[in-house]
């Protein structure tokens, strides 16, 4: 056997070495000249971008009708320690930029008063205190409201802004006797695509706090009847909303015995910078139709404009002109007649309870138009 001297060996490792050492030298040389081919000192990292959060999707656009109890069975009466009115708070929708329409249902149960009567429900404003007439009706005589599926049926659809969160209300029934009235009211709020998005009511005219004080038909008085209406820059729609009624049996009568202002048919006029705009034809509405049939007292013949136990017709004026940014001055105007003082009854006078509202509508968020003396 051969065998190797152990300087040989020794010698074979100590190049064994040197080899290593040469090829790590090499190594380091690649990595530095890497780092100094890069833009800055940090070490080489695999950047990962980070994952976009995904988009929300947007909410489901609310729909189908939405039903809110108010008052239920409310007894308004006179006598006996019970009142002609009732106030509540409720708290309503408040997405209403979504609500198409709302309707609202009057039902009245017994005790059944015998008297046909003035009665509404008002809304009010949070922002001025000021109570809105959103409906009117005039109670049958002795009769309650089950004819009718859920009542008498209300838009109030114009009444959206003031109709939203924590919202007061009020019904009145001008009732003189301790019997009276069981009252319910509640709203549909239709969801869906509405005209305009945005909307806002003010009051022109408001003398309908009950049959006797409205303006006096027929005589000199001190009402103001004449309004200017400033209408926001955004309006893109402007309406006026008027409720009226007529009460009294004042002479001279017109043919037929008809007594103003219950009786006597007339044509006012709404005048849009003294000129004639609107007629509001105060005639027969179909007295002897009435669903509420039966009824326990004179229910058939026609009156001026309204029924015992149906709703007083909502009477809508558009304007041609939005008038967007614009003033003009509104007058309601009576067609002339003169009161001769000489009727039978105790009460020798002629009214007409009316409200007046104009309504702005827009698709931009809109202030309420502005109305001065």
């Not at 971008?49 to 729909?63: A, C, L, S, T, Y």
């Not at 039903?67 to 409310?74: D, E, G, L, R």
């Not at 205190?129 to 009706?137: P, Q, S, T």
């Not at 049959?211 to 729609?237: C, M, R, W």
Request: glycine share 6%.
């Amino acid at each position: 056997m051969l065998f190797l001297p152990t300087t040989y060996q020794q010698k074979k490792h100590i190049i064994m070495k040197k080899k290593l050492v040469l090829c790590l030298f090499a190594l380091g040389i690649v990595l530095t000249t890497a780092n100094c081919n890069s833009k800055d000192d940090s070490p080489n990292e695999i950047i990962i971008p980070p994952i976009p959060e995904p988009e929300p999707e947007p909410e489901p656009v609310k729909e189908g009708t939405y039903n809110f109890k108010t008052f239920q069975k409310q007894i308004v009466a006179f006598g006996d320690g019970k009142n002609q009115s009732a106030d509540k708070t409720v708290n309503l929708p408040t997405d209403i930029e979504k609500v198409q329409a709302i309707k609202m249902y009057v039902q009245f149960d017994c005790p059944c008063n015998i008297w046909d009567v003035f009665a509404n429900v008002q809304v009010k404003d949070p922002k001025t205190g000021v109570w809105y007439e959103i409906g009117r009706y005039i109670t049958p005589y002795g009769k309650d409201s089950s004819p009718l599926a859920r009542g008498l049926e209300f838009d109030v659809t114009d009444f959206k802004s003031v109709l939203t969160g924590p919202t007061e209300l009020r019904i009145f029934t001008e009732v003189w006797g301790a019997d009276g009235w069981l009252v319910s009211v509640d709203f549909d709020y239709i969801y869906g695509k509405p005209d305009f998005k945005y909307s806002a009511v003010t009051p022109i005219l408001q003398y309908n706090k009950n049959s006797l004080e409205g303006v006096p038909y027929g005589e000199a008085h001190n009402f103001d009847l004449q309004k200017t209406i400033n209408v926001p820059q955004n309006a893109e729609s402007t309406h006026i909303r008027t409720i009226i009624s007529g009460w009294g049996h004042a002479t001279p009568l017109d043919q037929g015995g008809r007594g103003c202002a219950e009786w006597c048919f007339r044509t006012h006029q709404i005048k849009i910078d003294q000129q004639d705009a609107f007629q509001h034809v105060l005639g027969p509405i179909g007295c002897a139709a009435n669903p509420i049939k039966a009824q326990k007292g004179n229910w058939q013949p026609d009156r001026a404009g309204w029924c015992p136990g149906m709703a007083v017709p909502t009477r809508i004026d558009i304007l041609k002109n939005a008038k967007a940014g614009q003033s003009f001055a509104f007058e309601y105007y009576f067609e002339p007649w003169t009161n001769n003082m000489q009727a039978t009854t105790d009460n020798k006078h002629a009214y007409y309870a009316i409200s007046n509202f104009v309504v702005v509508k827009s698709n931009t968020p809109i202030e309420k138009a502005m109305v001065t003396d």
